[in-house]
C-alpha cells in the first residue's frame, strides 16, 4: 500500500540519518531519495568509516542519529558488525538493514543485533515509504516523550527551588514573628510595672493638667505631624529591607524627625531627661554603622517600629491629657532607646545586664 508523502515528512522532516553504502551508484541515488524525507543525511562507504562518523557526530552534537541506514555486506566493516557496535554506544539506536535478496541467510544476525526495519534491493517506491513511515514515526514519538519528560524533570526542579525559597522565607517570617512576640511582651512586662509603680508617681492628676497648660499648642500639633513621618520613615525602611537596599543613607530623615522632636521638647523643663536619652539615642544611630546582616538590621528595625508606635502614643496622652502623668511613657521610651542602642553596639553588652531574647 503506498503511502502518502506528507504523511512520512510529518514525522521525519526533522530527523537526521547516517546511511552507510559501498555502493558508489547506488550510494548516490538513494541519498538523493533519503534527502527529500530528512533533515540531514550523512553517507558513509564502509562500516568503519560509518562507525567514525557516528562516534564524531555524538562528540560534536551531543546527541545520536535518529536512524542508521546500512548495507550488510561491505568491505573494511559489515553493516552487522557496525550495527553490534553503534548498539554498545547507544542501545537504543534504531537500525534498518539493507541487502540483497541473495544474503537472506544474514538476516537473523541482524534480527539478533536488533534491527529496527529491512529494505530487501532493489528498493521500491512502496516497500521504501512503508518502512520510513514506520521508523521515523516511531523515533518521532520517542523524541516527544523524551522531551515531555525532560520539561516535567525540569517542571520539577523549579518546583523544587521555590518550595526551598517558599521554606527560606517562611523561616524568616518565623524569626521576625519571634522578635515582634518578644516586643508585645516587653511592652507588656512595662505595662505591669508601671501599674505597680503608679502609687509612686510624683505627680498628680491636677500638676499633670498644669504641666499640660505650659505646653504650647503649636508645639503639641507639630509633635503630631514629627510622629507620622518618623512611623512613615520606618515603615518605607521595613520595606526595602526585603529588598536588600537598607544602608547607612537611608536614615537621615528619621534622624532630622528625632532632631526635631528634641529640639521641641528641650523647651520644657518636665521633659530634660527625655531630651536627653533622645539626643544620646541620635548621635548613637548617626554615628554608629548598620549592622553587617539583613536579619539584625530587620531586628533593630522592627524594634524601631515598636519604640515609634510607643511615641505616637505619648503624644496622644499629650495631645487628648489620657494619664495622671505627663511622664507616664517616659521610662518606656527611654528603655526602648537604650535597647536599640545596645544592639547598634552589641560588643558593649554585658553579661547578664540584658534579658531581651
Same mark, same amino acid.
Given at each position: 500500500?503506498?503511502?502518502?508523502?506528507?504523511?512520512?515528512?510529518?514525522?521525519?522532516?526533522?530527523?537526521?540519518?547516517?546511511?552507510?553504502?559501498?555502493?558508489?551508484?547506488?550510494?548516490?541515488?538513494?541519498?538523493?531519495?533519503?534527502?527529500?524525507?530528512?533533515?540531514?543525511?550523512?553517507?558513509?562507504?564502509?562500516?568503519?568509516?560509518?562507525?567514525?562518523?557516528?562516534?564524531?557526530?555524538?562528540?560534536?552534537?551531543?546527541?545520536?542519529?535518529?536512524?542508521?541506514?546500512?548495507?550488510?555486506?561491505?568491505?573494511?566493516?559489515?553493516?552487522?558488525?557496525?550495527?553490534?557496535?553503534?548498539?554498545?554506544?547507544?542501545?537504543?539506536?534504531?537500525?534498518?538493514?539493507?541487502?540483497?535478496?541473495?544474503?537472506?541467510?544474514?538476516?537473523?544476525?541482524?534480527?539478533?543485533?536488533?534491527?529496527?526495519?529491512?529494505?530487501?534491493?532493489?528498493?521500491g517506491l512502496e516497500q521504501l515509504q512503508t518502512v520510513l513511515y514506520s521508523s521515523a514515526q516511531k523515533v518521532f514519538e520517542h523524541k516527544l516523550v523524551v522531551k515531555y519528560y525532560d520539561e516535567i524533570e525540569s517542571l520539577n526542579i523549579?518546583?523544587?527551588?521555590?518550595?526551598?525559597?517558599?521554606?527560606?522565607?517562611?523561616?524568616?517570617?518565623?524569626?521576625?514573628?519571634?522578635?515582634?512576640?518578644?516586643?508585645?511582651?516587653?511592652?507588656?512586662?512595662?505595662?505591669?510595672?508601671? !501599674?505597680?509603680?503608679? *502609687? @509612686?508617681?510624683? /505627680?498628680?492628676?491636677?500638676? $499633670?493638667?498644669?504641666?499640660?497648660?505650659?505646653?504650647? &499648642?503649636?508645639?503639641?500639633?507639630?509633635?503630631?505631624?514629627?510622629?507620622?513621618?518618623?512611623?512613615?520613615?520606618?515603615?518605607?525602611?521595613?520595606?526595602?529591607?526585603?529588598?536588600?537596599?537598607?544602608?547607612?543613607?537611608?536614615?537621615?530623615?528619621?534622624?532630622?524627625g528625632f532632631n526635631k522632636l528634641s529640639s521641641i521638647i528641650s523647651y520644657y523643663t518636665v521633659f530634660t531627661q527625655l531630651t536627653i536619652a533622645l539626643n544620646s539615642f541620635v548621635v548613637s544611630i548617626k554615628n554608629n554603622p548598620l549592622?553587617?546582616?539583613?536579619?539584625?538590621?530587620?531586628?533593630?528595625?522592627?524594634?524601631?517600629?515598636?519604640?515609634?508606635?510607643?511615641?505616637?502614643?505619648?503624644?496622644?496622652?499629650?495631645?487628648?491629657?489620657?494619664?495622671?502623668?505627663?511622664?507616664?511613657?517616659? !521610662?518606656?521610651?527611654? *528603655? @526602648?532607646?537604650? /535597647?536599640?542602642?545596645?544592639? $547598634?553596639?552589641?560588643?558593649?553588652?554585658?553579661?547578664? &545586664?540584658?534579658?531581651?531574647?
Open positions: 500500500m503506498k503511502i502518502d508523502t506528507k504523511l512520512i515528512l510529518e514525522f521525519s522532516k526533522s530527523l537526521r540519518i547516517l546511511y552507510v553504502e559501498d555502493d558508489e551508484i547506488l550510494c548516490k541515488i538513494t541519498k538523493k531519495v533519503l534527502s527529500s524525507y530528512f533533515k540531514e543525511v550523512t553517507v558513509a562507504v564502509n562500516g568503519e568509516e560509518g562507525l567514525g562518523l557516528y562516534k564524531e557526530y555524538k562528540r560534536t552534537e551531543d546527541d545520536y542519529y535518529d536512524l542508521v541506514f546500512t548495507d550488510i555486506n561491505m568491505p573494511k566493516l559489515d553493516g552487522i558488525s557496525m550495527a553490534t557496535a553503534i548498539k554498545k554506544e547507544n542501545s537504543e539506536q534504531s537500525i534498518i538493514f539493507i541487502t540483497a535478496s541473495n544474503e537472506m541467510s544474514r538476516l537473523q544476525d541482524a534480527i539478533n543485533v536488533g534491527s529496527s526495519g529491512f529494505l530487501i534491493k532493489p528498493v523549579q518546583l523544587q527551588e521555590r518550595n526551598e525559597e517558599l521554606k527560606q522565607r517562611n523561616q524568616e517570617l518565623e524569626k521576625s514573628l519571634r522578635v515582634l512576640n518578644t516586643v508585645v511582651e516587653k511592652e507588656a512586662v512595662k505595662d505591669t510595672q508601671n !501599674a505597680i509603680h503608679k *502609687s @509612686d508617681e510624683c /505627680t498628680t492628676k491636677e500638676s $499633670y493638667h498644669n504641666e499640660l497648660d505650659e505646653l504650647e &499648642e503649636a508645639d503639641i500639633a507639630e509633635l503630631s505631624d514629627i510622629c507620622i513621618d518618623i512611623d512613615g520613615a520606618v515603615i518605607a525602611i521595613l520595606s526595602a529591607n526585603g529588598n536588600n537596599q537598607v544602608t547607612q543613607q537611608s536614615l537621615p530623615q528619621i534622624i532630622e549592622p553587617s546582616t539583613e536579619e539584625d538590621i530587620l531586628n533593630i528595625f522592627t524594634l524601631l517600629e515598636s519604640f515609634v508606635f510607643v511615641l505616637k502614643k505619648w503624644q496622644i496622652n499629650l495631645q487628648n491629657s489620657e494619664f495622671e502623668s505627663i511622664n507616664y511613657l517616659d !521610662a518606656s521610651l527611654i *528603655s @526602648d532607646m537604650d /535597647t536599640i542602642i545596645m544592639m $547598634y553596639n552589641p560588643k558593649e553588652e554585658v553579661e547578664g &545586664e540584658i534579658d531581651f531574647f
